[in-house]
């Protein structure tokens, strides 16, 4: 077998692996928790994640002054399988002026007086900037799937309207990618992540929580009513990606159970994406740089009159 050429420290090859855009069907039972490691050691996995961060940085800068291009980052994950630490990681090394990061939990009374996309709908990146979603409006057919008495208990839709749960999700699945395809068209690009952790690291992960005092905090006894539907979700989540997976927005499944690999690889996704983008510093006018070579020369002569009266 030929060896994966790698570009930053991930691998082009396990990155078209990993994604699906609707072209073939994603089978979660197939999907891999691990990978063959993209590092070598700890320092290794530093400087390599440093390395696509500064590029990232760069690109975005670059988004940023052309202001044309836009691009939302979604993490979907069950709990516990690293989607904070993740965006953390990644973006720790970004201009914070140029990025937004918005968790969505339980939606408010405001919200639930509006359709599902209302909250996050809002909340879309700005021309220039990178969105992040941690958690976003696929909960609407993950977790109100597989508990499908929020439509009626908390999201107060008419009783005609979740008669039928089947054309209920596929309505949904329908509006989703409907927005996407509306904001695609509209400049921003939206790249999904399903970080694909497996129900045994998940339960080490959970142990973790509880035996570590300074992990205590990071434990929800919710989290394990919901792990009980661990099948259910992975229906979910099998269905979601196939019914949403486009060319223009296509999903990653991300290997989860190596938190380094998996920082890894998202970075890398997002820095071929953004590479993707046609973007190009802007280009000023030439009355502008006429402007700017007379602005130019009067600080030179200014400064040429401060050094000559023995200023520094």
């Not at 691990?34 to 670059?62: C, F, G, H, N, T």
């Not at 509006?114 to 709908?121: I, M, V």
């Amino acid at each position: 077998m030929a060896k994966k050429s790698k570009t930053n420290g991930t691998s082009e090859s396990v990155i078209s692996d990993l994604k699906f855009d609707g072209s073939s069907a994603f089978s979660i039972a197939s999907a891999p928790h691990k990978v063959a490691p993209l590092y070598d050691s700890k320092k290794d996995y530093k400087q390599k994640l440093r390395s696509i961060v500064k590029r990232i940085d760069e690109l975005m800068e670059i988004m940023y002054a052309q202001n044309r291009h836009g691009i939302l980052l979604v993490f979907q994950a069950m709990d516990a399988a690293g989607k904070d630490g993740t965006i953390r990681s990644v973006l720790a090394g970004v201009n914070p002026h140029g990025v937004q990061i918005h968790s969505f939990k339980r939606p408010t009374d405001l919200e639930l007086d509006h359709n599902y996309l209302w909250r996050t709908d809002a909340l879309m990146p700005r021309r220039g900037h990178i969105g992040v979603f941690n958690r976003s409006y696929y909960e609407e057919v993950l977790v109100v799937r597989v508990h499908p008495e929020i439509l009626t208990d908390y999201q107060r839709l008419p009783e005609p309207l979740t008669r039928d749960l089947d054309a209920v999700w596929k309505q949904r699945y329908a509006d989703i990618r409907g927005m996407e395809a509306y904001n695609h068209h509209n400049g921003t690009k939206i790249v999904k992540f399903f970080l694909n952790l497996s129900k045994d690291e998940q339960a080490r992960r959970f142990l973790s929580r509880i035996e570590r005092p300074e992990k205590n905090w990071k434990f929800e006894p919710g989290d394990i009513r919901e792990r009980a539907s661990w099948d259910q979700y992975m229906g979910a989540y099998e269905d979601a990606i196939n019914e949403t997976a486009t060319p223009k927005s296509p999903w990653y499944v991300i290997p989860a159970d190596d938190k380094k690999n998996m920082r890894l690889l998202i970075s890398g996704i997002v820095l071929q994406e953004l590479q993707n983008l046609e973007m190009s510093y802007p280009v000023v006018d030439q009355e502008k740089k006429d402007s700017m070579e007379s602005i130019r020369e009067q600080l030179i002569a200014e400064l040429g009159e401060s050094a000559g009266a023995g200023v520094v």
